[in-house]
């Protein structure tokens, strides 16, 4: 007999979570509302003994389990949710950490007020009217918490409006927003915890609800926030904000200005140590300064999901080549422009400037780092079901 599908997807990302998963499967069984057919997807990177627990626990919950556990831990936790949500049926998705910090309780609370309100993302927010963020340990935490989610919405105004806590490991997502993102540019990129910031980026839900809820302390075991993810957050937002060309241009231009800093100091000190050096030798090889500290930052935040196209040392070689080639060409154009153009200096100068610039920015971005489009088709969505209100269940209407 074919088993019906879900109503609801419950993706846990887990990472040594062993002590927790016993009373988070209970209270995610004690919150399912009559009616309503609920999976667990658990998609697993831990080093311990969590897999052997859920197996276990597994075998006597009410409803399915699916465990994956991934070979290498690629996305940290959110590649994990990306990886559940492939093993998931249902229309819609839910997202919550195993630590027991999000209440089961809310699951199909979150559910309810997406079909209520017709959206595709609901939030559970520490940060919206009656919330509460208590169980962030410490200061620090908070001030993380707090820093992060200013910098997000400052960074992604329009995507992240009406979202008062858009780094919230708790939500709700309609399988359609996910499939939309797979059909675009190179679909879902998460790197790191943060992945309600990807999805909110990347699907463009329609519509956005919050439910307010409290942050508890954590059941069991230790906080997976560092500052190693606090530096793969940076790296993400960078990655998200330079997804459209014109920021990648941006971006592009204010790196290469940082470059004159290492520049001018090698120069500098090429001319204090080495006496009799003439000026133009010194400034070709006090180019390759900022040339090297244009690639390294460009290399690792700007196009870190393009490296794959080229080896590192021949990015390297190819950005040096064009870099020089920018300084050689500058010169004849202004005189091309002064002379023939009849412009004088200092505007031709900054054309020039300006036009090896945007050649240097569209060999950089559109050959060195091709930008690949997704080719493949997104996996048609399950029908909708409707989904019960929690606070009126209603009998499975399939029987």
């Known amino acids: 007999m074919t088993a019906l599908p879900a ?72 590649g994990a949710v990306v990886e559940g949500f492939a093993r998931t049926t249902a229309p819609w998705i839910v997202v919550i950490d195993a630590d027991l910090q999000h209440p089961p309780e809310l699951i199909f609370e979150l559910i309810a007020r997406g079909e209520s309100a017709g959206t595709e993302l609901v939030v559970a927010s520490r940060y919206a009217a009656g919330g509460d963020r208590s169980g962030l340990a410490g200061g620090y935490r908070k001030l993380v918490s707090s820093s992060s989610t200013l910098l997000a919405t400052s960074l992604f105004p329009r995507a992240l409006s009406g979202l008062t806590d858009p780094v919230s490991g708790f939500f709700a997502i309609r399988r359609t927003a996910v499939d939309r993102a797979a059909a675009v540019d190179e679909g879902l990129q998460p790197l790191g915890y943060k992945i309600l910031l990807e999805l909110a980026v990347r699907c463009r839900p329609r519509g956005i609800a919050e439910v307010p809820y409290a942050f508890g302390e954590r059941h069991a075991g230790a906080s997976k926030s560092t500052a ?59 180019n390759q300064a900022g040339l090297l500290w244009n690639f390294a930052l460009i290399d690792s935040f700007v196009y870190r999901n393009q490296r794959r196209h080229h080896r590192r040392t021949a990015r390297l070689l190819t950005f040096a080549a064009v870099g020089n080639a920018d300084l050689v060409a500058r010169i004849p154009l202004a005189a091309l422009l002064i002379a023939g153009g009849g412009m004088s200096p200092l505007p031709a100068t900054a054309l020039s400037m300006a036009i090896v610039f945007t050649a240097r920015f569209l060999i950089v971005d559109r050959w060195l780092y091709r930008r690949l489009r997704a080719r493949t088709t997104p996996t048609a969505a399950p029908a909708a079901v409707p989904v019960p209100d929690p606070a009126k269940p209603v009998p499975d209407p399939l029987g």
């Open 7 to 78: 109503h609801v997807s419950i993706v846990v990302p887990t990472f040594n979570e062993a002590d927790n998963i016993p009373a988070l499967l209970t209270r995610i069984g004690a919150a399912v509302p009559d009616g309503v057919r609920a999976e667990v997807v658990f998609a697993d990177d831990s080093t311990d003994h969590t897999c052997e627990v859920i197996e276990k626990e597994a075998a006597h919950c009410p409803f399915p389990v699916v465990l994956h556990h991934r070979p290498a831990p690629a996305g940290g936790l959110g």
């Open 228 to 286: 190693k993810e606090g530096v793969r957050f940076l790296r993400h937002l960078i990655t998200l904000r330079t997804a459209d060309p014109r920021a990648r241009a941006i971006v592009f231009g204010m790196i290469g200005l940082s470059g004159f800093v290492p520049n001018l100091a090698l120069l500098w000190l090429l001319t204090v140590t080495v006496p009799g050096l003439p000026y133009a030798p010194a400034e070709i090889i006090a």
